[in-house]
């Protein structure tokens, strides 16, 4: 697929309306006292991470439905994810799970990714499934079980994610650890934490002195009465006990149904423990949809806070910008490409916010012009603001226009029969 070709033509066709909106919203922008080229500076400097899993179709527990032309392995996967970066011009690096990419040729797939220009984000361990003949089970947890080889088998298994970070070029490691009890008695919340963190600790000290590890809490599923890390608080609690290294990873659907995911992520910023970000969407539970999908709102008010903090100049503040949705009724690229511009729309809007004005009102007490201050930005159309940064990234204005008239997925089918099972699809 020649994409500068299929982004050239895309564009050539859009160019001349999109420099009369980008006219008229930059001359908005200064009447506001706002500059419009500043917040394009910054709008470039996004980078979002593509999960591996994420260009794959996604399942529910009922059932999953896949689509044709879906990659078959990792390589094929890092074809999908340059396809997305280059259509948006924001999404430099991929995130993989292990053991679903695991493969013995990591300089092979290095090789790969320098070719198609993409890096490597975190990379994510999976303690939540046995694996074909594994020794013991994780039926019953794993970093925390109480049996210590189970507890050995995890620690090794996210010590082996490391290393193939390590030869791709990662410097995270991210764990979702699916411990927890489905039932009052199943388990001693107090022995199963100490369990945990001792396990945590041991995956730590394994650490190279240049990564982070990303803590990730969440509520409940797969287990349905506790999880060992339920909340922000008790990823906190072990960010801190393990030391500089590690820091609370905020998936925006592992807070329960009113819980205000924003205050969540600037108490972290506060306490120097921010790691980044799952980025996603939900109605009802932890359902991954579509980033901005439900609540647009939210997701501004996430990224208002993340700007405030890059204005601070607060120390320690470089959260990493990880997608983690299940694609389940979409066309997974299609869905990423939405979901990247809502990601970039969410933080221009928050750019736009007249920051000495809410800091004012806010000293003030003006709680109406406060709220006003931030609706003017969140009610700002910034889609030309986005296509023009887009378009100096040699990206497309219309990204998911281009995707379609580029017939990529027709092609995929034909060139990835599925003879054999997707590897790397997400509950
Ligand atoms: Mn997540």
Redesign the pocket.
């Known amino acids: 697929m020649k994409w500068n070709e299929v982004i050239h033509e895309s564009n050539s066709g859009l160019v001349t309306r999109h420099a009369l909106d980008w006219e008229s919203l930059a001359e908005q922008i200064l009447h506001r006292g706002g500059s419009p080229e500043a917040v394009i500076d910054r709008l470039m400097e996004l980078e979002i991470a593509v999960p591996s899993w994420g260009v794959c179709t996604g399942g529910t527990r009922f059932g999953r439905f896949p689509g044709p032309g879906e990659p078959r392995n990792v390589f094929e996967k890092l074809e999908d994810v340059q396809a997305i970066h280059l259509l948006t011009g924001s999404t430099p690096r991929v995130s993989l799970h292990i053991p679903w990419d695991r493969i013995d040729r990591l300089h092979d797939l290095k090789y790969h990714a320098d070719s198609l220009g993409l890096g490597f984000d975190a990379v994510n361990s999976n303690t939540f499934e046995d694996q074909q003949g594994q020794p013991v089970s994780y039926k019953f947890g794993s970093l925390s079980h109480t049996d210590k080889a189970v507890r050995d088998l995890a620690v090794q298994h996210n010590i082996e994610v490391i290393e193939v970070g390590k030869a791709l070029g990662s410097r995270a490691l991210s764990i979702?650890i699916a411990d927890g009890s489905s039932y009052p008695g199943q388990s001693h919340f107090r022995r199963a934490f100490e369990r945990a963190l001792d396990s945590y600790r041991r995956i730590y000290e394994a650490l190279p002195s240049d990564w982070r590890v990303f803590i990730?809490h969440k509520p409940f599923e797969p287990a349905c009465y506790s999880t060992v890390v339920a909340d922000w608080g008790i990823s906190y609690v072990i960010a801190s006990a393990l030391g500089k290294k590690a820091a609370c990873l905020v998936?925006l659907g592992h807070t329960p149904i009113g819980g205000n995911v924003e205050q969540t992520v600037a108490m972290l910023i506060q306490a120097r423990k921010l790691a980044g970000f799952?980025f996603n969407d939900c109605k009802y539970a932890d359902d991954d949809l579509t980033a901005g999908s439900i609540n647009p709102y939210q997701l501004f008010l996430v990224f208002v806070e993340l700007v405030l903090a890059a204005e601070e100049g607060v120390p320690d503040f470089d959260p990493a910008y990880l997608i983690?949705q299940s694609h389940n009724v979409k066309d997974p690229l299609e869905d990423l490409v939405q979901t990247v511009g809502n990601l970039q729309s969410a933080y221009a809007r928050a750019l736009l916010v007249d920051r000495e004005a809410l800091a004012r009102y806010q000293e003030s007490n003006d709680v109406l012009m406060a709220e006003l201050t931030l609706q003017e930005a969140f009610q700002t159309d910034v889609r030309p603001l986005i296509a023009e940064a887009r378009r100096r990234k040699g990206a497309a204005l219309n990204p998911l226009a281009a995707f379609r008239a580029s017939g990529y997925r027709s092609l995929k089918a034909k060139e990835r029969p599925q003879s054999e099972k997707t590897s790397g699809t997400f509950q």
């Open positions: 979702w990730e998936d799952h983690d």
